[in-house]
């Protein structure tokens, strides 16, 4: 059985009380909000008797003394998190994005190194059934490694609250999502990026709803992303719509449930290549899916395993520095290199 406290228990923290009450060997032993109605509501409305709530996460833990703590707070509040987490000896599975500030990131991670605990991030697009099928796919070489990868984000959401004041607010609260995917379909080391952000005439943000990013995967491969939170119209998916161009094919998605693709055959029509379609394989069953579900269960495995998760920290800080890495670019207009431990 792992015993877990949970800390934020804001409108997020439902998806993770969803996922966890489908899991067999796991119990919620406390939950933490720096408002204490708001946890005890969550509380009720999942049915979670005789568990320990309060405002200290360190009060909490000293009570419950769990196995893991799921920290669901607001970025800016999860280094303190983290710290408490493993001076209580805590294994921790965080919500994305894994800090605010690339000194952060870094102080998470060593801090984790240091108490030999586990820590993950919830990166939960890599979860997502077609995405799992794209690695695979291009990782059989049917139409050879992958060159050039492009994405499209397009949507338009009236959040109302903090979004639509924050600086850089699709790139930092959005667009990691889309780069990891990246990241991990085309299984992509990030090098450089350059980006630019705007604010069109139509929007209702301060700044940074829209944004532009090139960044360099090397190895030849380099990764596009055009993306706004604006764009009334066309809207595309939360996953994106999706373009890979490799050495004799390319891959559409349409970030929904429309995948194709085409390979190079003999030929030529006048003066273009012969192609033809080509199957891309269903979904293997050792792709491990479901969104929170699916990381939470691959979490709790690497616990019980000694193992490490697929996002584990020091892993997902490399799409982090893309994060990071494009809102310097867009605020100097330089090309920034990404080092290759990422921030």
Known sequence: MMNVVLVGCGAMSRHWLDA????????IVGLVDLDAERAKARAHEYDLTGIV?????DAVLDQTRPDAVFDVVVPAARRDVAFAAFAHNCHLLT?????????????IIEAARRAGRIHAVVQNRRYVANVRRIRRF?????????????????????FGGFREEMAHVLLLDMAI???DAARYMAAGEPASVYCQEWEPANSWYRQGSSASAVIDFGGGKVFTYAGSW???????SWEASWRIVAERGSLLWDGHDALRAEIVVPGRDGIFDKTQP??????????RVGGHLGIIQDFMRAVETGTEPETHGADNIKSLAMVFGAIESAETGRRVAIAREGL
């Open 95 to 107: 919500e994305k994005p894994l800090a605010d500030s690339p000194e952060n990131a870094r102080a």
């Open 20 to 27: 966890a009450r489908q899991i067999d060997g796991l119990a």
């Open 138 to 158: 291009l990782d059989s070489g049917a139409i050879g490694a992958a060159t050039s990868i492009h994405a499209d984000f397009f949507v338009a959401p009236h």
């Open 230 to 236: 604006c764009a009334d119209g066309f809207r595309t």
């Open 53 to 57: 709530i309060g405002t200290s996460l």
């Open 177 to 179: 999502h889309t780069f």
């Open 278 to 287: 080509i199957e891309v394989p269903p979904l293997d069953p050792a792709d």
